[in-house]
Nanobody, 120 residues
Framework: VQLQAFGGGLVQAGGSLRVSCAAS????????MGWYRQAPGKQRELVAT???????NYADSVKGRFTISRDYAKNTVYLQMNSLQPEDTAVYYC???????????????WGQGTLVTVSS
């Protein structure tokens, strides 16, 4: 599985931005896709995830502002980010996970990351 992230950029506080991530390869086996972010000097943290069944999960800090969605036909996951704040500035990483029934473990894949900068 290969993940290619798109979008990101510079936006003013209160603005909106959408990032997307296209999966290729054996993407039909992916169970969960999502976004993580890493701000300078901080650890990578979960932002949002979406399962193959459509269930979503969000970090408390983005609930009500960010929306994750998935286009199964395009093997693409989107993160719509509204009401952006300077503290949302980070490199956003696309993530995918698939369950291996053979080895009974999760296989994790990461995209290259895309920078989102929110100016005050």
């Amino acid at each position: 599985v290969q993940l290619q992230a798109f979008g990101g950029g510079l936006v003013q506080a209160g603005g909106s931005l959408r990032v997307s991530c296209a999966a290729s390869g054996s993407s039909s086996s992916i169970n969960v896709m999502g976004w993580y972010r890493q701000a300078p000097g901080k650890q990578r943290e979960l932002v949002a995830t979406i399962t193959v069944g459509g269930s979503t999960n969000y970090a408390d800090s983005v609930k009500g502002r960010f929306t994750i969605s998935r286009d199964y036909a395009k093997n693409t996951v989107y993160l719509q980010m509204n009401s952006l704040q300077p503290e949302d500035t980070a490199v956003y990483y696309c993530h995918a996970a698939e369950w291996s029934y053979g080895t009974r473990e999760w296989k994790n894949y990461w995209g290259q990351g895309t920078l989102v900068t929110v100016s005050s």
